[in-house]
């Protein structure tokens, strides 16, 4: 884990042999890393970039394992209700068109939004971006949409619609008979997959691979 070392005059130096730490502004000289090896800024500690084995094939089976569970997450039952002798089963897409149903049109746009659209969105973007380095076609659109991939994290929030889910199985639990439906095994997958391929998926070695720099990434 070699520490990148701080340089006296880093202004002679161009661009591309400099990085600046993300959470303190420390400018420094870029290290050569080996595989498997991570740099570390100096000054906080914080991970400037690892260089990870085989980044495109893990994460494309990631992405394909993601997009996998992202229908039974969304349109398979999430809780089963049990009141009164009357049943009944929600799922995501039921509870977005609920809202919409109930006079609740912006609200059931903003989930779907942040819960279906734009967490599925991420995945075929992160899909393309690894298919086009993979058969290096496409690279222009690959770096376009690795862009909006980034613009799109902020928006994508299903680790919010999980909490609320839970809380309202913590409060429905007493007054009725419930109980968990496959879809809430699949969304909860889902959630850890994509944590999962966030951290595997390496911006630093997709930029480079994407720029046509690095020929590991693909390897
Ligand atoms: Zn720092």
Redesign the pocket.
């Known amino acids: 884990m070699p520490d990148t070392a701080e340089s006296g005059d880093l202004s002679e130096l161009p661009l591309e042999a400099l990085v600046a730490?993300?959470?303190?502004?420390?400018l420094m000289l870029k290290p050569a890393l080996a595989l498997g090896e991570q740099a570390r800024?100096p000054?906080?500690?914080?991970e400037l970039y690892t260089h990870r084995h085989q980044v495109v094939k893990r994460s494309l089976a990631l992405v394909l394992a993601a997009l996998l569970l992202y229908i039974p997450a969304n349109f398979l039952p999430i809780i089963r209700l049990n009141l009164l002798g009357q049943s009944t089963e929600d799922t995501l897409w039921s509870g977005v068109l609920a809202l919409y149903n109930s006079g609740m049109q912006s609200v059931a746009a903003v989930v779907f939004l942040c819960s279906m659209a734009i967490p599925l969105l991420k995945l075929l973007c992160q899909l393309f971006v690894l298919l086009s380095i993979r058969w290096q076609f496409g690279r222009s659109y690959g770096l376009l949409l690795y862009r909006l991939y980034h613009h799109m994290r902020d928006w994508g929030m299903l680790e919010v619609y999980l909490m609320g889910i839970l809380v309202a199985i913590v409060k429905l639990v007493d007054i009725a008979d419930l109980s968990v439906g496959v879809g809430l095994v699949c969304f909860v997958a889902l959630i850890l997959v994509q944590v999962w391929l966030e951290v595997t998926m390496s911006p630093h070695q997709i930029w480079e691979a994407l720029a046509g720099e690095d020929e590991h990434a693909s390897a």
């Open positions: 730490c993300h959470e303190c502004d420390l800024c000054r906080c500690g914080y």
